[in-house]
């Protein structure tokens, strides 16, 4: 297969299932953004000493796959024969799961804190970010076209999962997190 098909050169792409949209169109924004929260999740793994968190990265990153491939298929009927799965309550489930686990390891928050400590815990918080913003263009997408409600509940506890990922490499690398104080603190 080639890297390169010269399709893109107008400023068009493919849409799985067949169509073809502009690559500015809100469901190439949400799939790319997902694209992107994935890369910053590799970047994340990359940078972790944890050997339990790089699994659950590589997990996620699968998901993430078959979640962007949902959000560049609009047809139902065409994702059906072509057994895209999307996500399932099940994956916001084992988020949620991993966040409690992950938690108990680590001091109630007080206060907001800066992002940052470990280069791992940094990647996290960029991941964090991209994650936030990739469900803002899923969100937008769901106001023109439904989306299925799980893939807005999948994006928006995973942000919560790379917060607390983020906050754990700090506290395994004995990296203290930095609370806000307050303007100017």
Known sequence: MKIYTRRGDRGETDL?????????????????????????LGAAAAASPQPDLRDLVRR????????????????????ERAAIPGVCEGDVEELEKRIDALESELEPL?????????????????ARTVCRRAERRAVELHRAEPLSPVALRYLNRLSDLLFVLARVENRRAGVPDIEWEGRGA
């Open 16 to 40: 799985l299932g067949g169509g073809r949209v502009g690559k500015d169109d809100r469901r190439v924004e949400a799939y790319g953004e997902v694209d992107e929260l994935n890369a910053c």
């Open 110 to 126: 007080r206060r907001f804190i800066l992002p940052g400590g470990s280069a791992a815990a940094a990647a996290f918080h960029v």
């Open 60 to 79: 996620i990153q699968a998901t993430l796959f078959s979640l962007g491939a949902y959000l560049a298929s609009p047809d139902d009927a065409r994702r």
